[in-house]
């Protein structure tokens, strides 16, 4: 499912005036919403478009009861609009994973798995933001410096990240849409194994089933020298 993030707020708020006009008040129900999402991830211009629509709204009540307790209702420089637009990216990145992800089976409804998604990637956005505030409280004036370690190589830095990169592209290809969402929540929002699983809506073990998955896969993949076996 291919979405810009680019003009979201404007499309979300046209569409929903045009929506109200034309006097929908119905609610859905969670199966309504499950046929929305397989509509919208098959490709679908127009059930990609309601499901926006339809998530919105709970990813903006989600941060902004996030915000309340913020002064001015901001983090750093990120307002509700920006979370908004930093979710719905965190969304749809890796082909949507953590929306193919949603499993009915577990009986959490969507509503309440898109709410607890958008909750994890708030607390993400907080630790880099506390994060950034204790290195800018670190920092040294270089006058007043010592004695410093020396600097990371470089060439090994770019080495590092370019494996990183490699391997990671290699776990996308090979793992299921599961997978990809326990790859995405543990390895790139920094989620531990229960909130994970509560944003997955699974057990503890399954959580570590897929991370011992993922190991294992890329384990192989260093193995046979940082290169997919098949073309």
Known sequence: MVLSPLGLVAL???????????????????????????????????ARNRLVVRLAPVVRARLRRALCNWPGGRLGAHDVDDLTHLTWCRLLEHDAARLRAYDPATGVSLVAYVSMVTQQLFLNVLEQHRAGKRAAAATVDLEDAGDVPAPVDAGRALEARADLER?????????????????????????????????????????????????????????????????
């Open 167 to 231: 391997v990671h592209g290699h776990l996308q290809r090979e793992l299921p849409e599961r997978g990809r969402a326990v790859l995405a929540l543990l390895y790139v929002d920094g989620l531990d194994v229960d909130q994970t699983a509560a944003a997955l809506g699974v057990n503890k073990q399954v959580v570590y089933n897929w991370q011992f998955k993922i190991r294992q896969l890329a384990r192989a993949f260093f193995e046979a020298g940082g290169e997919d076996a098949t073309p």
């Open 12 to 46: 979300v708020a046209v569409m929903m005036a045009a929506l109200f006009s034309a006097g929908l008040t119905a609610l859905p129900t969670n199966a309504d919403d499950v046929a929305l999402l397989r509509a919208a991830l098959e490709g679908r211009a127009a």
